[in-house]
């Protein structure tokens, strides 16, 4: 193991005090100083990789159950088995990664996440056309990358100074939103030309990448007499630790109202066929769902304006009341390329939320604490979209889609004001 670049204590030096001001135009551009920090250069850019090659494999596996059974049905009971082990390994894996080396916890992780990545690829060169062995698999590469994402999460607040973790944050979800808009095209690019099986291994010789990058990593064991036993207990005592914290209780609540009543994801099918239908029904679902990934790439590209900003409670309140009003625009947006603007803009605005949520996670809790805190985080990203989807279902199907996403955005912006009145914790909390 590399030892020589132990980064384990990031916040000895200030860097607000040594870092000179950025002028011109690099004021608005990512701001990259945490990529001068070997041990977390080498993380972010093994994401680079896995962020594409898991989309492919996200890609592939339903897919391949529609190619087989002809039901979009399967393809939701496939998503719901793979949520199930996420949240319960998630929240178990919180637990772990307090009581453990994060670093030999990501190497296993990262190592299952690979293996099944890889039989993936035996069943499907096999041509053994099993549902329930892709939904076993499915489960199992779930269960690994609920046990894998808290500890990875957790790791960066001891690899970075605290007044860094914005920008950490920030690079890191801007690559994993690209990955969201490249990997997908890419599939459907290379499923014609070297056929579904190789995606699966693509994405296992990527994730070989991030195995390595992880194993040059510096050790990153529980710090000195605070180590917690993984367990029920401990599960528990992580959300007793949330309630006891209200910035910690409010920066997961934003969330859930974010996505829970602002996501309208699940009406966008009936979006495309409807109002969008002038504009051609494939033109105008493939952007509708593409809009928020590429505002949020592009926040993370001009991050530099808002990733230094110390007031962390204020920058969440501002970002999801702003989701909320472009939503909200939305909604009532007839026509195709200004829906997709305002849906652009929610995505900017989630990326500024979804960084300075991260930064308070990581800054806020004890380190201790941290891997179950981001357990819960993983739990809370991870279903919030899908009770949305029921939600807002239900919902156009009773008022209409128009109606029922504006209606969303207007809750998320009432909640979220409400929120932070009631509480001022999170109006007050700076770094």
Known sequence: MDTSES????????????????????????DTRPLSIPAYRRLWSSTIVTAVGSQLTAVAVPKQIFDITGSSAWVGAASLAGLVPLIVF??????IADSMDRRRLLLLTNSGIALTSL????????????????????????????????????SIARLVPEAQLPAANALGST???TGQVVGPLL?????????LPELYLIDALALCVTVWAVYKLPSL???????????????????????????????????????????PRALFPQLAAETYRPFGEGLALGLLFAAIPIGAVLGGLFSGTFSRARRHGWMVIGAVVAWGVAITGFGLSGNLWIAAAFLALA????????????????????DEMRGRMQGVFTVVVAGGPRLADVLHGTAGSAFGPRAAVAGGGVLVVAVMLALAAAVPALRRYRI
């Open 175 to 177: 690559v994993m939103q």
């Open 221 to 263: 064991p529980p710090l000195a007499g605070k180590a917690a036993r993984a367990g029920v207990r401990a599960i528990v005592e992580g959300f007793r630790y949330i309630s006891m914290h209200k910035v910690l209780l409010l920066s997961f609540l934003a969330d859930i109202v974010a996505m829970v009543f602002g996501m």
């Open 7 to 30: 980064s384990t204590d990031p916040k000895t030096t200030d860097p607000v005090a040594v870092d000179p001001p950025r002028r011109g135009w690099r004021r608005w551009a990512m």
């Open 187 to 195: 599939a459907g690019v290379l499923i014609p030309v070297i056929g």
């Open 90 to 95: 998630a929240l178990w894996g919180g637990a």
């Open 119 to 154: 039989l993936f690829w035996v069943q499907a060169i096999t041509g053994l056309e099993s549902v329930a062995a892709l939904m076993v698999l499915l489960a199992m590469q779930q269960a690994f990358w609920g046990l894998n994402a808290p500890a990875r999460t957790a």
């Open 347 to 366: 995505g900017l605005a989630d990326m500024v939320s979804m960084v300075f949520r991260g930064a308070i996670l990581l800054s806020a809790a004890t």
